[in-house]
T-cell receptor, first 114, second 113 residues
């Protein structure tokens, strides 16, 4: 629907597991974002990539490791997560950062850490 | 850092009633955007306001940006059940933060038929 896809849609992992979230945008955009959405909290910006370069790391713990191999793909590598990391992780894209652009969100990955 | 507060947190209305959500920023914004997230869905862009005092309309939705560019509102006239969802405002401060959005907590709208 929005041109931004995310896989998997649901993920349950233990605290010692390593997993990765994938995001792909088919809109020809150059900026991509990771957000965390927890219950009763505002959307929290985690990382921003512009033309494959990371331009923002919003004080995110190192157990979250982003990767942007090209402008169309964005990954979030997860390891040794905590139960409080359970949330909806949303990927978004926009034509580019450095200007005011609307963001297009993917459907999200619902992550549960046990 | 920049904070964006949104009120109310919840709003229950009867179908046909009007609805308004308010957004206030701790700092002057370069622009403000509004998004809607349906239950179980993801945020979808509605509109962007850039100019001081700007008012934009989309059918039954009216968006305003304050003169000081620190507050904004979304007003829905004669709500329908399809309006159900969470409405978020998101502001950008400009400068080195240009393009980086800070989201409000959202207002969850329930419409009773």
């Amino acid at each position: 629907e929005t041109g931004v896809t995310q896989t998997p849609r649901h993920l349950v992992m233990g605290m010692t597991n390593k997993k990765s979230l994938k995001c792909e945008q088919h809109l020809g955009h150059n900026a991509m974002y990771w957000y965390k959405q927890s219950a009763k909290k505002p959307l929290e910006l985690m990382f921003v990539y512009n033309f494959k370069e990371q331009t923002e790391n919003n004080s995110v713990p190192s157990r979250f490791s982003p990767e942007c191999p090209n402008s169309s793909h964005l990954f979030l590598h997860l390891h040794t997560l905590q139960p409080e990391d359970s949330a909806l992780y949303l990927c978004a894209s926009s034509p580019r950062t450095g200007r005011v652009d609307e963001q297009y969100f993917g459907p999200g990955t619902r992550l549960t850490v046990t | 850092g920049q904070q964006v507060m949104q009120i109310p947190q919840y709003q229950h209305v009867q179908e046909g009633e009007d609805f308004t959500t308010y957004c206030n920023s701790s700092t002057t914004l370069s622009n403000i955007q509004w998004y809607k997230q349906r239950p179980g869905g993801h945020p979808v862009f509605l509109i962007q306001l850039v100019k001081s005092g700007e008012v934009k309309k989309q059918k039954r939705l009216t968006f305003q940006f304050g003169e000081a560019k620190k507050n904004s509102s979304l007003h829905i006239t004669a709500t329908q059940t399809t309006d159900v969802g969470t409405y978020f405002c998101a502001g950008s401060a400009g400068g080195t933060s240009y393009g980086k959005l800070t989201f409000g907590q959202g207002t969850i709208l329930t419409v009773h038929p």
